[in-house]
């Protein structure tokens, strides 16, 4: 059984940065793919960013493009989502989720695991 533990939420002004760390036990961490997507109050949840088994490939949503990186790390079997120039409407839970399977790496409803969140809020 796979399980994810997210970390690394908080509040941070407009402009500053937080890294998230989400670990992973339970499953050979090396052989799939790695998320993240967020939820805002009121939103669906909608696709942040995404990471290849091997780690050289990786997807990002329009709106945090050149803001933010995903990275794992195989030997700690953790990946991590460095958010820098935060705004305001980044405020949301952010979720990671593993293993996509044959679906896009975008589209939530292909992953199998998930983890509980962590809440992200930005002041302005």
């Known amino acids: 059984q796979v399980q994810l533990v997210e970390s690394g939420g908080g509040l941070v002004q407009a402009g500053g940065s937080l890294r998230l760390s989400c670990a992973v036990s339970g499953r050979t961490f090396s052989s799939y793919g790695m998320g993240w997507f967020r939820q805002a109050p009121g939103k669906e949840r909608e696709f942040v960013a995404a990471?290849?088994?091997?780690?050289?490939?990786?997807l990002y949503a329009d709106s945090v493009k050149g803001r933010f990186t995903i990275s794992r790390d195989t030997a700690k079997s953790t990946v991590y989502l460095q958010m820098s120039s935060l705004k305001p409407e980044d405020t949301a839970v952010y979720y990671c989720a593993a293993d996509p399977g044959s679906s896009s790496w975008d589209d939530g409803a292909g992953y199998g695991h998930w983890g509980q969140g962590t809440q992200v809020t930005v002041s302005s």
């Open positions: 990471i290849g088994w091997i780690g050289g490939i990786r």
